[in-house]
């Protein structure tokens, strides 16, 4: 689910986004609270909508040790009742109004969401708040949604024949790292998860001074600002708990899984390299983000025009790098092999293909790779729904407003010859992991 | 009469204070409540953001030299033009009997390439000004879709008319094409929400074209050639099945050149598949295809009625109360909320040309799927026997009116709209009496078109799981 959003996030950043000159990325304004909360307002006068979001900068990774699925269990439970709006009438109130509500639980933050008309906006922000520190789990309900989040792991995970090799990729992976650990904790810690873990979990981060609220949509800096005060300025702020920390990934690992698993009929690939995030290095970030862009995003790419147009090896492929992560981030390159193309004859091409490609990286080539990445982040004042997910995302990793605003600079600023710096140290000094999944034989 | 009067003071105090007392606990604990009680009305009477009508004005604009219709909205908030269209009857119902698949094959090969720009050259121009154009095969129409910055307009209509008019489909496209269907083909039946979705359509419509597979025909597929992809632009893309509509950064009068400009270059008019109305049995027959799985997954569907149907919008509001998105539908509420069984449960109704139905689906793990099933057909026959109340009617009706205005959220939506807005015959000021179609909606409405639609007899499954 999560993936698939910063899937849609990131293409909307890079493939679609388009530009004018150093203009302001969406034009937004940010205040704290004097509990520390912070807020983002991102105005939006074409439609009278708006997309509230309150952002806890906790996910998956803070769980307790054995805990795996306490945070997901957690954001089910949100939506269960508190003391003064129990039961089932946060849902019914929210659905009379017109709402349409949800949240998402990832591995570095939790989200909780609502789009609503502009004149419901105050009732959404009264029952976010609310929620925020009165929460109330009773027992029955902490069993029931227990089962509903056991279910949803077999729905979503275990129904799909790949997820075998891409959990045991991740873990592979990841290691000692919390990264390697499913979101939904796995089949055995659901159904040992007690309320007390989930309630530790509310105590511990569900604090104003760990979130982030974003408005977007038909509103006005001042009337949010008078809003947020109003239902969230009483909040006080807890001790926030320990968050996770990361552990440092040794460089010169270099590992494979090779996986046939029942019900897979057709061969993929897929390779790996841990990098530093944004947050740990900024310039470099964007130097990659703007690598990946030249090298395999979309059919005017280097890997593509190479592998699937020249040599028909792929069917197709792609490289991607999300660089919001609150630890590391990883850059991958995935491709369908053409049929009778073996794994290892194709990832020997890539290597090839690879190879050449930052050999040919030049002057020309990178700034028409950065006209392409500026020329539509005008599309992006359009939907304020996709603005508050973006801007989101990137304040919940800890991006200031600034550095979000200013990713048409970063962009424009990066130079052709620190982008092949950055991809020789890329391919040269990052822990890389390959993965090939294929049918099992006969199974066709 | 001084000790008296001061006997009887004291006692007369002491009364007082024992009022004043009671008074406080009586009160204290309404005054407390009310301080801490949530109280959804109040906020929205006192809340400083009002209710706002959504500036929508419509215009039809009719191009001055072909007469090509299309819809607009105005709007020049931010420096870009959506374009959405369809053209009726191209969709994959109607490929050619020995040619299924070809609409599908047609939409990934229309961007590839030009007879004067081969498909990377085309793509860097497209890429390079921010320019968007994709194309799909529905089941029933052919969409594509247009989006541009105002500053590259004209590069970008010239493109999308010189894709429409002189398409490259080179041999070696048609053949990616072509290896990625088979690749796709076998992809088909990995995941098994995927082959229910295949086995559903065959099990409902058999040999209607409805019943084919989504991706067609494998064999069919491999057997195209340039001729057939050429002859399906000339005879399905034709501006007598043309529907276009467009929002954004741009005038009715420029607009009206613009429609001459792409469009005119099409054909005026072609043929295609007179696809028949479906006739499907519902006696509660069920297939169940066995496989392992982490769950099952159950398929139901029952007869619905169109877009233009009189019960179109009762059946809306009655669909919405039993299945409706949400949590709060009976289905989610029963089966989930208080039971815990499943992750997620759901109706809703599919608007197919020819076979509107009542679809919905439903997954659990194999333990809890006969009580699953169960619970889907008592909440289904007590709906269609008992209807709903006047309280589940007022609440649907409030979502659906208030939850309006949140589609206007992109240009892109609104051009979808507009273009649906026209294949549906709802007429210009559709979006301005939408609302008010919903509001007229009676509790009697509903429970007539729920005691009609919602009859366990009138049901089929299909299934996919362990048994």
New interface residues.
């Given amino acids: 689910m999560r993936n698939v959003l910063k899937t849609i996030i990131f293409v909307v950043l890079f ?5 004018s000159a150093n203009a302001k990325l969406f034009d937004a304004s940010e205040f704290y609270l004097s509990n520390g909360l912070r807020v983002i307002v991102v105005p939006n ?5 708006v997309k509230h979001m309150v952002w806890y900068m906790a996910g998956s990774v803070d769980e307790e040790a054995g805990k795996g699925g306490s945070a997901h269990l957690l954001e089910h439970l949100m ?1 269960r009742g508190t ?3 129990p039961e ?2 946060f ?3 929210l ?7 949800n949240a998402f639980t990832s591995l570095d933050y939790t989200a909780y969401h609502q ?9 959404a922000m ?2 976010e708040a ?1 929620r925020m520190q009165n929460l109330d789990i009773s027992p029955e309900a902490f ?7 056991f ?2 792991r ?9 997820s075998p090799f891409s959990e045991s990729y991740r873990r592979l992976m990841w290691g000692e790292h919390p990264y390697a650990r499913p979101v939904s904790g796995t089949s055995e810690e659901i159904k040992k998860l007690g309320l007390e873990d989930v309630r530790r979990y509310y105590e511990r981060f569900y604090s104003p001074d760990n979130a982030v609220l974003i408005l977007s949509g ?2 006005d800096v001042q ?1 949010a600002r ?2 947020a005060e109003k239902y969230y300025g009483r909040i006080e702020k807890r001790p926030l708990g320990v968050k996770a920390s990361f552990p440092q990934i040794k460089s010169d690992v270099k590992a494979e899984l090779k996986m046939t698993l ?5 061969g993929r690939i897929t390779r790996s390299y841990i990098t530093s995030s944004y947050r740990e290095n900024p310039a470099q970030a964007y130097n990659l983000a703007v690598f990946s862009r030249y090298l395999g995003e ?3 790419s280097e890997l593509y ?1 190479e592998l ?2 020249n040599k ?1 090896l792929a ?2 492929i792609s490289s991607g790098f999300d660089y919001t992560n609150r630890s590391h981030s990883v850059f991958s390159i995935s491709a ?1 092999p ?2 009778g193309v073996a794994p290892e004859a194709l990832n020997r091409a890539i290597d090839e293909a690879v190879a050449r490609a930052v050999n040919d990286i030049s002057l020309d080539r990178i700034e ?1 790779t950065k ?2 990445m500026l ?2 982040l ?2 992006l ?6 603005a508050a997910d973006i801007v989101g995302t990137m304040a919940a990793v800890g991006m200031s407003l600034e550095e979000i605003e200013n990713h048409a600079d970063m962009i424009r600023r990066v130079k052709y010859k620190n982008v092949k710096a950055a991809a020789k140290k890329l391919f040269e000094e990052s822990p890389v992991f390959s993965g090939v999944l294929l049918p099992q034989t006969g199974d ?1 | 009469m001084y000790r008296r009067r001061r006997k009887s003071s004291g006692l007369f105090k002491y009364l007082v204070l024992l009022a004043f007392i009671g008074l406080i606990i009586y009160i204290a604990p309404q005054i407390y409540a009310s301080r ?3 109280n ?1 009305q109040q ?2 009477d ?9 500036d929508s004005k419509v215009i039809e604009v009719v191009s001055p030299k072909n007469g090509i219709k299309a819809y607009l909205i105005e ?1 020049n ?4 033009i959506s374009m959405s269209f369809l053209f009726k009857n191209a969709g994959r119902a109607s490929d050619d009997a020995d040619k299924r698949g070809i609409s599908d094959i047609v939409a990934a090969l229309l961007l590839e390439g030009t007879d004067s720009m081969d ?2 050259a085309l ?2 121009e497209m ?4 320019i ?1 154009i994709g194309f799909s095969a529905g089941l029933d129409d052919f969409t594509g879709s247009l ?1 541009t ?1 105002s500053e590259n307009q004209e590069t970008a209509y010239a493109l999308l008319r010189d894709i429409l008019s002189n398409p490259r489909f080179a041999d ?1 496209e048609l053949e ?1 094409a072509k ?2 269907a ?2 796709a083909f ?2 088909q ?5 995927s082959v229910l979705g295949v086995e559903a359509a065959r099990f409902i419509y058999g040999s209607h074209p409805y019943g084919r597979n989504p991706l067609g025909d494998r064999d069919d597929i491999m057997r195209l050639k340039r001729d057939d992809l050429l002859d399906f632009v000339r005879s399905r893309l034709t501006r007598n099945n043309l529907i276009v509509g467009v929002a954004g950064d741009i005038s009715p009068e420029k607009l009206g050149l613009v429609l001459d400009e792409i469009f005119g270059v099409l054909q005026k008019s072609g043929s295609t598949n007179f696809v028949r109305q479906a006739d499907v049995t519902f006696n509660r027959r069920t297939k169940n295809i066995s ?5 099952n ?1 159950s398929v139901f569907a029952a007869p619905g009625v169109a877009r233009s149907d009189k019960n179109f919008y009762p059946l809306f509001v009655a669909n919405h109360i039993l299945g409706g ?4 539908s009976r289905l989610s ?1 029963a089966a ?9 449960i759901y109706s809703y109704m599919s608007l197919a040309d020819k076979s509107p139905l009542l679809q919905g689906s439903f ?3 194999k333990e ?1 799927f006969a009580e699953l099933t169960g619970i889907l057909n008592r909440e289904w026959q007590r709906f269609g026997a008992e209807g709903a109340t006047e309280e589940e009617v007022e ?1 649907a009706k ?9 589609r ?5 939506n609104l051009a979808d709209i507009l273009m649906y807005m026209q294949k549906e015959n709802l007429g210009l000021d559709f979006l301005q009496t939408r609302n008010d179609k919903i509001r007229k909606i009676t509790k009697d409405d509903v429970n007539k078109a729920a005691a009609k639609y919602f009859r366990p007899e009138n049901m089929l499954f299909v299934n996919i799981g362990e048994f």
Avoid: W
Wanted: some cysteine; aromatic content about 6%; hydrophobic content about 35%.
């Fill in positions: 493939v679609f986004c388009i530009s006068h074409k439609a009278p909508i939506f003391k003064d709006v089932q009438s849902n019914n109130i659905e009379q109004n017109g709402a349409d509500s789009k609503l008309d502009i004149s419901k906006l105050e009732l009264a029952l609310d069993a029931l949604e227990r089962d509903i989040v279910q949803e077999m729905q979503v995970v275990e129904n799909n024949p790949a038909d509103i009337t008078k809003l029942p019900h897979i009929n057709a979309g059919d005017t025009k699937v147009l028909k069917l197709s369908m053409a049929e028409k006209r392409k020329s539509g005008v599309y004042k359009d939907n304020p729904f996709e066709k | 801490f009680k949530f959804p906020i929205l006192h809340s400083v953001l009002k209710e706002k009508t959504f709007d908030t931010n420096p870009i498909a990377t793509k860097e890429e390079d000004r921010a968007g989006i910055t070696k990616l290896q990625r088979d690749n076998l992809r039946k990995e995941h098994p929400a496989r392992r799985t982490g769950q997954i998105s949400g949590l709060n509420v989930r909320e208080k039971e815990g069984l499943t992750y997620s997954s659990s793990t809890n609440k409030n979502y659906l009116v208030s939850s309006y205005n949140l206007f959220s992109s240009i892109s």
